[in-house]
């Protein structure tokens, strides 16, 4: 091939060299956009992701009655006829027919002591009374034969059929006579006044309960030594106590820099520990007149006016004196929140509620307005709400809980 024709074929590197830098150049900026739009969005997750801090405040059960509460006071549930019941005489417990709970009725038997001794007196006393009886009856045969004689000896001695000395005799017999059918008479009042002695003494020997109560505790068994004074060894005074569960009232210590507020017959609202939710009414029954210098209190006995089997006595209680009675309605709960916590999105009405780490938009209805706080419903007591910042919030959005001191 002639070397003017392999001239023409060399490689034009002039040529070639923009064409490569365009490619890199556009590489380049590709890649620089991916970069870019990634950060954007890892940036945009950032944002959405980066939670709110809030301040929060609960959902509370709210009573009307607080809303005309004048005092508020505290105390304990007290039986007003309890009793230890005992037994009268000394003896060994046989038997025991109750245990703690038990309901009684006044006279009924509860328990029992050895008696067979005083069974043993009350059947002599039977047979002592029964032979009064028959000694009366004797004399009482006598004194009709000693007057039917001494009548007959009358008629004989005007008609001078006797003598003196037979007439005597039969007036003397008449008198014996008549002097022991009272005598008999007199024994059967004795053996009547032994009789009912030894039944008394029998039944001193039955514990029975002296009203209609509840058994509350049980402080002897069968075998143990019971005596009224309780001082020999080992010896117990008390079988069990009772209490009238219907006498149950509050007694409440006031302060005497308050007693100004309470009086006879004021409406009051009982709360109990043991029974959160429920609500008792009740009513001053009485102030006892004299204070506690020690608590510079005077007690206040409130009465309840209906009785419920789940109040126990000793049971600790809240009393609120109340400005006037409360009615059916002001008894039942409310469910009240802050109105502040209260917005407005999409024309509804509602509450970011906590849950968790995020908040969730949830519609609520308001109500009537109890005091500094509004009814609604839709929430449950216990339930944390968003107070602040709501214009920062939207359904979902991660939130930071105030931290607990």
């Not at 091939?1 to 830098?21: F, G």
């Not at 505290?74 to 005992?86: D, E, H, I, L």
């Not at 003896?91 to 009684?104: A, C, D, F, N, Y």
């Not at 045969?141 to 005799?169: K, M, N, P, T």
């Amino acid at each position: 091939m002639p070397s003017d024709v392999l001239d023409k074929l060399s490689i034009d590197k002039a040529r070639q060299t923009p064409s490569r830098s365009g490619r890199r150049s556009w590489l380049r900026g590709a890649v620089a956009a991916v970069v870019c739009a990634a950060i954007a969005l890892a940036l945009l997750f950032f944002l959405r992701g980066r939670p709110v801090a809030i301040e929060t405040v609960s959902v509370v059960q709210f009573f009307p009655t607080q809303s005309f509460t004048l005092l508020n006071s505290s105390g304990y549930v007290v039986a007003q006829r309890k009793a230890a019941v005992a037994s009268k005489t000394t003896g060994r417990l046989e038997w025991i027919g109750v245990e703690e709970g038990s309901r009684v009725s006044g006279g009924q038997i509860i328990a029992r002591l050895e008696n067979r001794d005083s069974e043993a007196v009350l059947r002599q006393a039977e047979a002592a009374l029964q032979n009064s009886k028959t000694v009366l009856e004797q004399s009482k045969a006598e004194l009709a034969d000693a007057g039917q004689s001494f009548r007959r000896q009358q008629e004989l001695l005007g008609q001078g059929i006797v003598s003196q000395a037979e007439y005597d005799a039969a007036e003397a017999r008449f008198k014996r006579s008549a002097a022991q059918a009272a005598g008999g008479e007199a024994g059967i009042r004795s053996a009547q006044a032994a009789l009912q002695g030894a039944r008394v003494n029998l039944d001193y020997s039955l514990i029975r309960a002296p009203f209609d109560a509840v058994v509350l505790t049980k402080n002897a068994d069968v075998g143990d030594i019971i005596t009224p004074l309780g001082a020999a060894a080992n010896a117990k005074a008390a079988v069990v106590t009772i209490a009238d569960l219907d006498s149950l009232q509050v007694e409440a210590d006031v302060s005497e820099s308050n007693l100004y507020q309470v009086k006879k017959g004021q409406p009051c609202e009982i709360t109990l520990d043991a029974l959160p939710g429920s609500r008792f009414r009740g009513v001053v029954h009485t102030i006892v007149p004299t204070a506690d210098r020690s608590k510079a209190s005077v007690m206040v006995k409130v009465r309840f006016l209906e009785h419920d089997e789940r109040i126990y006595p000793e049971m600790s209680a809240k009393v609120a004196f109340l400005e006037r009675e409360a009615g059916p309605a002001d008894q039942k709960a409310r469910i009240v929140v802050n109105p502040a916590a209260i917005v407005t999105v999409a024309g509804r009405e509602g509450v970011y509620l906590v849950t968790g780490e995020r908040v969730v938009f949830t519609p609520v209805v308001r109500g009537a307005k109890l005091g500094d706080l509004v009814e609604v419903s839709g929430l449950k007591s216990g339930d944390k709400l968003a107070l602040k910042p709501l214009d920062k919030l939207k359904d979902g959005a991660v939130v930071a809980l105030p931290e607990k001191k």
